[in-house]
């Protein structure tokens, strides 16, 4: 902004942009002590090769973490929420891996 | 994941390719979340091999580096500070006029701000903006829509006046302004920000085409008409400064972009020398009134004339399109009528012919990527996905159902030309307001 010169004159004009949404807080959830003896749900969000990607990653843990359960699951529609998916891993789970956000 | 984290208190990490880094950032904090766990692996994802997916386990963090499982295993078990247990929330508001200043400095705030598409702009005074509400009869603060970039993104709202606004600096005029409304109200934008860089096409019907003189003729779809240039122009601009941007990264993923955006291909249809009934007629609207429709689109392919071998051609021409995202004919009358002489004189009857004769091998239909899609359709049983997913691979199936398919007709018939674009109107479920019309209405924004 910085080439204004002293003989142009000013102009009011209106702002373009729409009318956002406000925004709630949203808190986190506490992080565990350690992952050994709990259980991680890993989910599969269900975008292209994000099958794939869950697969590997439950080798990686079976393989270097033993000592962590896992349980590979797939969201229902990858567009909506899974509430009947979201209350199994709270009830279940202590944590959760998902993905692939492409 | 936000709502795992903050309705269900499990602690998720959500793993993302490299490129939406931004994209997830600004999604995180507008969901009150601002440091939600994120992991990154590199893109792409899509098509890669197992061993592949498998080195992105083992590797970097492609964001922020270090290996990717330590960061996942640090983001579930490190403490978090009251703040994140808390979340944010802020005001978003934003004044309704800008600070003064020169009309060279507006518009380099108009450009670095990524509200325009990077060309000069018309800069939208109060006297600029009062002139083009003149153009329809609806009062400046009456909420026109909901608007988003793509499903799961956040809503954000509009007014008479702000579309008015983005019409002003899209250059159009009052006359425009209901066709322009219509469009901003229909539950479409014409700045889809998906990865496949689909572009939009805005096709109008009825007698506002010719009140307002749109061209439906010799190069309806190119830039040779005010009305067809400033209403798509209009649209695209009011799209992106509506529903919260379009900016590449933040939120517009199209890895290659699309060029039909910058009017997003704006023409009428040529009513009065179509063989068939009007493309709203057809969609239950009544001759005399006027509708905007918005197909999305990507590239397509072009012939001339149904030649001695147009069964075969057209089949060659459509058998490598995806089978999910439509196929939408642009016929010059000269080609409407040589379809009428094939005795497929309406557009069921292209679509029939389409359905009946347009088949591809079930194996190459229901690759990784289609079954991707609507997995969730055929396990559920949804017809006719279900019995496509039950042919044997090498069993010949409908690349399109008729419902897919989609027929306008422009040009001038200056020889007997057409396209066929990969396209179609967006579903329901991916509109802002699935329960908007298809055909939007314009007269009501008059």
């Given at each position: 902004?910085?080439?204004?010169?002293?003989?142009?004159?000013?102009?009011?004009?209106?702002?373009?942009?729409?009318?956002?949404?406000?925004?709630?807080?949203?808190?986190?959830?506490?992080?565990?002590?350690?992952?050994?003896?709990?259980?991680?749900?890993?989910?599969?969000?269900?975008?292209?090769?994000?099958?794939?990607?869950?697969?590997?990653?439950?080798?990686?843990?079976?393989?270097?973490?033993?000592?962590?359960?896992?349980?590979?699951?797939?969201?229902?529609?990858?567009?909506?929420?899974?509430?009947?998916?979201?209350?199994?891993?709270?009830?279940?789970?202590?944590?959760?891996?998902?993905?692939?956000?492409? | 994941?936000?709502?795992?984290?903050?309705?269900?208190?499990?602690?998720?990490?959500?793993?993302?390719?490299?490129?939406?880094?931004?994209?997830?950032?600004?999604?995180?904090?507008?969901?009150?979340?601002?440091?939600?766990?994120?992991?990154?692996?590199?893109?792409?994802?899509?098509?890669?091999?197992?061993?592949?997916?498998?080195?992105?386990?083992?590797?970097?963090?492609?964001?922020?580096?270090?290996?990717?499982?330590?960061?996942?295993?640090?983001?579930?078990?490190?403490?978090?500070?009251?703040?994140?247990?808390?979340?944010?929330?802020?005001?978003?508001?934003?004044?309704?006029?800008?600070?003064?200043?020169?009309?060279?400095?507006?518009?380099?705030?108009?450009?670095?701000?990524?509200?325009?598409?990077?060309?000069?702009?018309?800069?939208?005074?109060?006297?600029?903006?009062?002139?083009?509400?003149?153009?329809?009869?609806?009062?400046?603060?009456?909420?026109?829509?909901?608007?988003?970039?793509?499903?799961?993104?956040?809503?954000?709202?509009?007014?008479?006046?702000?579309?008015?606004?983005?019409?002003?600096?899209?250059?159009?005029?009052?006359?425009?302004?209901?066709?322009?409304?219509?469009?901003?109200?229909?539950?479409?934008?014409?700045?889809?920000?998906?990865?496949?860089?689909?572009?939009?096409?805005?096709?109008?019907?009825?007698?506002?085409?010719?009140?307002?003189?749109?061209?439906?003729?010799?190069?309806?779809?190119?830039?040779?008409?005010?009305?067809?240039?400033?209403?798509?122009?209009?649209?695209?601009?009011?799209?992106?400064?509506?529903?919260?941007?379009?900016?590449?990264?933040?939120?517009?993923?199209?890895?290659?972009?699309?060029?039909?955006?910058?009017?997003?291909?704006?023409?009428?249809?040529?009513?009065?020398?179509?063989?068939?009934?009007?493309?709203?007629?057809?969609?239950?609207?009544?001759?005399?009134?006027?509708?905007?429709?918005?197909?999305?689109?990507?590239?397509?392919?072009?012939?001339?004339?149904?030649?001695?071998?147009?069964?075969?051609?057209?089949?060659?021409?459509?058998?490598?399109?995806?089978p999910l995202?439509g196929a939408?004919?642009?016929?010059?009358?000269?080609?409407?009528?040589?379809?009428?002489?094939?005795?497929?004189?309406?557009?069921?009857?292209?679509a029939q012919?389409v359905f009946?004769?347009?088949?591809?091998?079930?194996?190459?239909?229901?690759?990784?990527?289609?079954?991707?899609?609507?997995?969730?359709?055929?396990?559920?049983?949804?017809e006719p996905w279900?019995?496509l997913?039950?042919?044997?691979?090498?069993?010949?199936i409908p690349l399109f159902q008729t419902f897919g398919v989609?027929?306008?007709?422009?040009?001038?018939?200056?020889?007997?030309?057409?396209?066929?674009?990969?396209?179609?109107?967006?579903?329901?479920?991916?509109?802002?307001?699935?329960?908007?019309?298809?055909?939007?209405?314009?007269?009501?924004?008059?």
């Amino acid at each position: 902004m910085s080439v204004a010169t002293k003989t142009q004159p000013k102009l009011t004009v209106l702002n373009p942009e729409g009318y956002p949404p406000k925004v709630d807080a949203r808190g986190m959830a506490p992080g565990l002590d350690t992952l050994q003896g709990k259980t991680v749900f890993l989910i599969d969000v269900g975008f292209e090769n994000s099958d794939q990607f869950v697969e590997q990653l439950h080798g990686w843990l079976e393989e270097h973490e033993p000592g962590i359960r896992t349980e590979v699951v797939r969201w229902r529609d990858q567009h909506n929420p899974d509430p009947e998916l979201c209350e199994r891993i709270a009830a279940e789970g202590d944590a959760a891996i998902i993905g692939v956000g492409t | 994941m936000i709502e795992l984290e903050s309705k269900y208190g499990v602690p998720t990490v959500a793993v993302h390719v490299h490129v939406f880094a931004r994209l997830v950032d600004s999604t995180a904090r507008t969901n009150g979340m601002p440091r939600a766990r994120q992991a990154f692996v590199p893109a792409p994802m899509f098509n890669q091999p197992p061993a592949v997916v498998r080195r992105y386990v083992e590797g970097d963090d492609a964001v922020h580096g270090g290996p990717f499982m330590r960061r996942v295993f640090d983001l579930l078990t490190r403490p978090l500070p009251d703040e994140d247990l808390r979340g944010a929330r802020w005001d978003r508001s934003t004044p309704r006029l800008l600070e003064p200043d020169t009309e060279e400095n507006l518009q380099q705030l108009f450009r670095e701000s990524h509200w325009t598409d990077y060309l000069p702009i018309v800069l939208p005074t109060e006297e600029r903006v009062e002139a083009m509400l003149a153009g329809t009869s609806r009062s400046a603060d009456e909420v026109v829509g909901k608007h988003r970039p793509t499903i799961g993104m956040e809503l954000w709202e509009s007014t008479v006046e702000k579309v008015a606004v983005n019409a002003v600096m899209a250059g159009a005029a009052p006359e425009h302004f209901p066709v322009i409304l219509a469009a901003c109200a229909s539950g479409d934008t014409g700045r889809q920000s998906s990865m496949s860089s689909m572009g939009s096409m805005v096709v109008v019907n009825g007698p506002i085409r010719n009140e307002i003189g749109m061209n439906s003729g010799i190069g309806a779809m190119g830039p040779y008409n005010y009305a067809n240039s400033a209403i798509g122009r209009a649209f695209g601009l009011a799209s992106q400064n509506l529903q919260g941007g379009s900016v590449p990264g933040v939120s517009y993923g199209g890895s290659q972009g699309c060029n039909l955006s910058y009017n997003c291909c704006t023409f009428a249809e040529n009513e009065e020398r179509s063989p068939f009934r009007p493309f709203h007629v057809d969609r239950g609207h009544r001759p005399d009134e006027s509708t905007v429709t918005v197909f999305y689109v990507w590239g397509s392919v072009w012939s001339e004339h149904l030649r001695t071998y147009w069964p075969e051609k057209l089949k060659a021409m459509m058998s490598g399109l995806e089978p999910l995202e439509g196929a939408l004919f642009v016929l010059d009358p000269i080609v409407a009528r040589e379809f009428c002489d094939q005795g497929l004189d309406s557009r069921e009857k292209i679509a029939q012919w389409v359905f009946e004769n347009v088949r591809i091998p079930a194996r190459r239909y229901w690759d990784h990527i289609m079954l991707n899609m609507v997995h969730e359709l055929v396990e559920g049983g949804v017809e006719p996905w279900a019995s496509l997913a039950k042919a044997e691979p090498d069993e010949l199936i409908p690349l399109f159902q008729t419902f897919g398919v989609n027929v306008v007709v422009a040009g001038g018939e200056t020889n007997g030309h057409f396209s066929i674009f990969q396209g179609a109107q967006m579903p329901p479920a991916f509109r802002s307001d699935p329960t908007l019309p298809l055909v939007a209405p314009v007269d009501p924004w008059r």
